[in-house]
């Protein structure tokens, strides 16, 4: 009886250490987009461009924004291993000028299921 108990917890031990490399995983190309000095009222949008470097696919179940100016925009079909991805992210340039800093939490089925992306810039007044 001792051995048939000793080989089933070898045998779940065993499953559960091949279980874990089995994962999706999250390497984004960078982690902060600096928007410099840009224009009141430009084009705000900027991308996140990742890779799952995992074993499974990679499903981004959300993305949400620090504030209501900045708009991220997730995939919507999961990201095959070895296969990239973006983020799109809209940042409203039509507020007062001045620098900003905004985060974006994207979370995921990866072995690192949260990840905070920045964006940072500074808003100044267009030629006149």
Known sequence: MKKAVLFLFLGCFALAVNA???VAKIE???ETIDYGKVERGSNGVRTFEFTN???IP???TDVKSSCGCTIPKKP???IAP????IIEVKYDTNRAVGPFRKAITVTSNADTP????????ELVEGAK
């Not at 070895?82 to 991805?85: I, R, S, V």
């Not at 949260?114 to 810039?121: A, D, N, Q, R």
Request: positive net charge; without cysteine.
């Open 20 to 22: 874990q490399d089995k």
């Open 28 to 30: 984004f190309k960078t």
């Open 53 to 55: 470097t995992g074993a």
């Open 58 to 60: 990679l499903v981004i």
């Open 76 to 78: 919507e079909e999961p």
């Open 82 to 85: 070895g296969e990239t991805g």
């Open 114 to 121: 949260t990840k905070v992306l920045k964006i940072k810039g």
